[in-house]
């Protein structure tokens, strides 16, 4: 501690232990409890608009993640198992995982199909998707796609699929105007 707070205590002690000043009087700690409480209260009155927007930032980064590990996935499972796999929008909050063995683009019985729903886990977050995404047996798609993430916020993120293959996440830098 500084020596002026060291200081202070000492002014705060001998008052308390000389008989008179601010610790004999009486309801001197029921007011220092409520001058604490309204202190806690106008700090959490503060943070509180905060909390809210780093919840949706972070469930934006969460969602975000999820779905660039799920489209990694299937382009790794796709070289692997030297077949199709198609990702497709089901609606705003959920997508699926299409393992086209025969490569025909339509799901047919003994085809595994997984649904992933990001609204359970994330209910602000919406997903829209420029087309399905199909990674090929070279791990390669039939061009570059693109699936939009959105808070309720309006916080963005987009996650790109390169013909090559590659997927990333893009975050908007924000222009400051002068």
């Not at 009155?45 to 779905?67: C, E, W």
């Not at 799901?107 to 990001?118: A, F, I």
């Not at 693109?146 to 993120?157: C, H, I, M, N």
């Amino acid at each position: 501690m500084g020596r002026k707070v060291q200081s202070w205590f000492r002014r705060v002690q001998r008052a308390c232990t000389g008989g008179a000043g601010l610790c004999n009087q009486r309801g001197s700690a029921f007011a220092t409890v409520l001058l604490a409480l309204a202190l806690v209260a106008v700090v959490v009155g503060t943070a509180a608009p905060n909390f809210a927007t780093m919840y949706d930032t972070y469930s934006l980064h969460g969602a975000a993640r999820r779905v660039v590990g799920d489209l990694r996935k299937a382009r790794i499972q796709a070289a692997t198992e030297n077949n199709r796999y198609a990702i497709a929008l089901v609606d705003a909050h959920s997508y699926t995982i299409h393992d086209d063995d025969d490569g025909d683009g339509v799901v047919d019985d003994g085809e595994n199909v997984d649904t992933v729903n990001l609204g359970g886990v994330w209910p602000t977050i919406t997903m829209s998707f420029s087309g399905a995404v199909v990674f090929f047996a070279n791990a390669s798609t039939a061009g570059g796609q693109t699936v939009g993430l959105a808070a309720g916020t309006g916080e963005t993120r987009t996650v790109t699929v390169s013909p090559a293959g590659r997927v990333r996440v893009e975050i908007p830098v924000a222009i400051e105007q002068s």
